[in-house]
């Protein structure tokens, strides 16, 4: 029946053009359209042809790398033709693979998007779509350079508005031009032996199923038992473009396994859960399943975590302060969610002032010429996103190379997480010490329909060079607490952060060094004092740990994902709550 | 205010339901399955941030989805998406299904329990001013709501967001529901020039006529004026003055608790653990105040269908301080021999029963000898235990000393503590219900949030607990 659609970019001549034939269930014939879809998800079927094929076969061949950049440069083409003085696109597919022990296939799934920034002066505007035709990129990208230039006569009303009612005349922030960047060109990916997506789902069951076993002694001796294991991978090709002429193309793939000891059992609720660390976001492909020392580390986690069930639970009877260690993963989660995001650009800017907030440590031209250190000396903290960091790119999502910096030195604030946007915010301080103004790469885009934000990157704690881990941590304890996976919630701020117990948290009081029991406790800390006069010692680097941080940004907001690695720490006078 | 509109108009941003209803049923005839279900969505945004007086970016943009779910007898079912309008990619999907459906196992013991007939309530949500602002009055809306507040000699922050959404459903079993909405809304934060101050206003509506523009600017800059040289106050248990937006934080979050899955199986604070009851029946909350939700509600309607095609009802929850209705989903509903069927609530009214005698602000303020004005709250999340429905969060955006009767001075933030199921057991006074925004609010799901119609209420002993940064 005929059917009114709409002359917009949804062109069924153009899409059905592109269309390839359906066959059976065989890899090459396993595409659904010849054009990928916004967002595919399918259930695997349980049965013998779906377990013996890769996940690849129940998606549709992804699209090429070559027809995005295509793509991408018809966008940018059309951008300029729209009279843009400059513009990007970012446009990419996504391919998701999950698969849990138990019952039921895998679910697979596969996304394409685009967004494209064009610049007007120094305002831009973005628009953002899903249809990867040559109508619609044109289209958004059309779109995306009308916004800039309305947005452009707007920003001249306001700015000579403020002019006539202000003393200060100086450029607001958003009227500087943006750090500058060189062309790029290339393609880079990830380096991975295996790629998840050709493994057999059978072999995915089969690793599941070994993880499993190597835990099942574990489960017949101790009353330990284990389930929600899952193999999962994240792949994604993306293609970035400019005006300027930039066209980089990168894939990527992050995922990994969830292993964990459990001792105890549904539905008791006094359970411990540890899980392997270091295994679940992983720049690398399914050898990542395969390591060989997963059922050693499996055993000794089972064996620790009979170990922590078997001390009798007590509850926190008295408040006040107390001494604390913090594990690497609970320490990665304070300094992320707090430090490591107060020196993310975008807050220290202002742009996200009514939004995901400001930090305390701003304006940046103060902090980085305070006369004392804002920290323990103790504390040196990096940022990288190179290889093998699960932020890994080779180009971010501002086109820019990223570079490795110190953020914190000795305790004190030496550099923030910038992008072309905000690295002009630092121009004075750089200048004075002869760099140059510059990007260092923090630009992410979550998805390639999202407004790139600044993401920290991965930041890294440096740890202790002496030989000191986590037990020698806890010996010098006469009293105190030892806080394993805690779950940390930021204050508005970020100079507090509260911490307690989670799902799989384990705390243990401590008592003359030695663990007598496990606790739940809610730790309330003022960030300044616990990284600063209250940080006693740093685990070496057998005690690092690493976490993922989620901000929600920008209005409507999306989260930013962003990794820390930390060793444990020793911290004293930290308040406990009832 | 423009009712509800035949379509095709021009320059809509989203395709109409009708359009999409016909595609769902297209679907429907190209497959062979014996069940099969249909949802198509078209979402489409137009967002502009303001950041220091000036416009930092717009973001634009549609997306389609197409969710088809197919099932051969007891076999387990298989569903994927989509995102491609033409026919000839529609059809070659439902064949991909079917013959993916075929493929698998099931039990052959399953049963679905047969689900009554289904009438949907009149669609009364979308507004075509709200669609046509899309192009043209968003844009001006900039200028109107950060004039003032440069004038002002303050910094002004804002956020212009409209939307526009199309559904329908359709199944094999003759269900079909098709319905638009539209909203809109507008937030103005203005900063004091030392950066340790602002006043936050808002608007929203379905309906962009509705939405005041000037009145935003003019609240923000009052509260940001007054915000001078805020002083430390000692967190305890106060009477506060919430203001409707910090009020809609608070109820947002009562939603889930009428769920009745969760409050059968002990996890709300609407199950009563000591008689292993539920508390349908009892008293509650002060005897003035009800909550209700209304998919007609003229400020705070929503589409009278879920995503699988529910029917969406009109229930008081609340009756003058009364528990008198759970949310029992479709399938559960079946199950427990409950009538009628609803969703939890996203979308809630609260009200004071007719014959109550309502307040100002202004009469709250007069009548207030010692307490705390909050205009509103961030980063609100549950706390402890779930069946006491326990909250925390921090005042946002303008908090004063109320004594003898009038605003004495701004102080710093306070982080809070408290259960609106316990201290909607102490209001002392409560004003008129309007639409009320959000914001910056993540905690409170995707925007834009379901509409949240609250009073002003007067609350007495509300715990603050400590003293907190935010601005």
Known sequence: MAREISRRHFVAGASAAAVQAIGGLTRDAGALLGLPTRGLRVQVPRTARGRTTSPSVWLPDPISADHLRVLAQIAMNAARDAGADFADVRIGVQRRIRQFTGPGGPSVGMWSSYGIRAWHGTTWSFQHGSVLTPDAVTAVARGAAAGARRYADINTRLATRRSTHRADSLPSFGETPWAPTSVVTGEWSVPVEIDPFSVPLDDYQRVLGSLVDAAVPSSVYRNASAFGFWLGWQAETRVFASTTGSLVTQHTLCGGAGVRAVAGAHPDPDIVKLSVPDLEQVCAGFEVALRPEIPVQL??????????????????????????????????????????????GDRVSGIEADGAGGGFLSPPLDILRASAPQFSPQLTMTATRAFPSPMTVHWDDDGVVPESYTVIDGGRVVDFHTTRETAPMLAEWNTQHGRPVRSHGCAVAPTPESVPRCSGGHMMVASAATHVSLEDLVRTMNRGWVVMNGVTIPTPGLTGVDIFNGPESVVLEIQRGVPVARTRLRLQVVVPLLLGKNLIAIGDSTTLGTSAIEVNKGIPWEPVQQFVTAPAALCKDVDLLP | MSRPRAREEPRSPVLSSDILRSIAQDALRWSAADTMSVTVDHIAIGIARVMMDRVRMQDNGDKIRIQLMTQFGQRDSVWLSVNQLDPVSIQRAVRYLDRTAHELRGDPTSFAMPLPPRQYGPNTVWYAGTAEAFTTARHDAVATLVEPVIDAGLTASAFVGVYAHAMAY??????????????????????????????????????????????????????????????????????????????????????????????????????????????????????????????????????????????????????????????????????????????????????????????????????????????????????????????????????????????????????????????????????????????????????????????????????????????
């Open chain 1, 299 to 344: 055993q000794s986690l089972y064996n620790a975590a009979v170990r922590y069930r078997q001390l009798p639970f007590r509850p926190i009877r008295d408040i006040g302060r107390g001494t604390v260690v913090l594990d690497g993963e609970t320490m990665a989660r304070v300094v992320g969610s707090t430090v490591g995001s107060a020196l993310d």
């Open chain 2, 170 to 471: 359709a199944d094999k079993r003759g269900i079909l529901a098709a319905g638009e909405e539209t909203d809109a809304e507008v937030v103005v934060t203005a900063w004091r020039a030392e950066g340790k101050g602002a006043g936050w206003a808002g608007s929203c509506a379905r309906d962009w006529s509705r939405l005041d523009l000037p009145a935003v600017p003019a609240r923000a800059i009052d509260l940001a004026t007054r915000g001078s040289a805020p002083v430390a106050s000692e967190p305890a248990r106060r009477t506060v003055i919430l203001d409707r937006p910090a009020v809609a934080q608070l109820i947002h979050a009562m939603g889930p608790a009428f769920n009745a899955r969760l409050t059968l199986s002990g996890q709300t604070p609407l199950y009563n653990p000591a008689t292993h009851n539920l508390r349908l029946g009892e008293q509650i909350m002060d005897l003035r105040l009800m909550l209700l939700s209304d998919p007609d509600d003229p400020e705070g309607g929503y589409l009278p269908f879920n995503r699988i095609g529910d029917p969406l009802r009109a229930m008081t929850w609340i009756d003058r301080g009364v528990h008198t209705n759970l949310a029992f989903d479709a399938e559960f509903a079946a199950i427990m021999g409950y009538v009628p069927s609803n969703d939890e609530p996203s979308a809630l009214r609260v009200q004071a029963s007719p014959d109550s005698a309502l307040q100002t602000v202004d009469a709250m303020i007069a009548g207030c000898e010692d307490g705390i004005y909050v205009n509103r709250l961030a980063d609100v999340r549950p706390v402890g235990d779930p069946t006491v429905g326990m909250l925390t969060g921090v005042t946002n955006g303008g908090c004063f000393l109320v004594r003898n009767g009038r605003i004495e001075r701004s102080i710093r933030n306070l982080r809070f503590l408290d259960s609106p199921w316990l201290f909607l057991n102490r209001v002392d006074a409560i004003g008129t219900p309007a639409r009320t925004p959000f914001g910056y609010a993540p905690w409170a799901g995707e925007w834009p949030i379901a509409p949240t119609i609250v009073p002003p209420l007067v609350v007495r002993d509300f715990n603050f607990s400590a003293l907190a940064d935010s601005i």
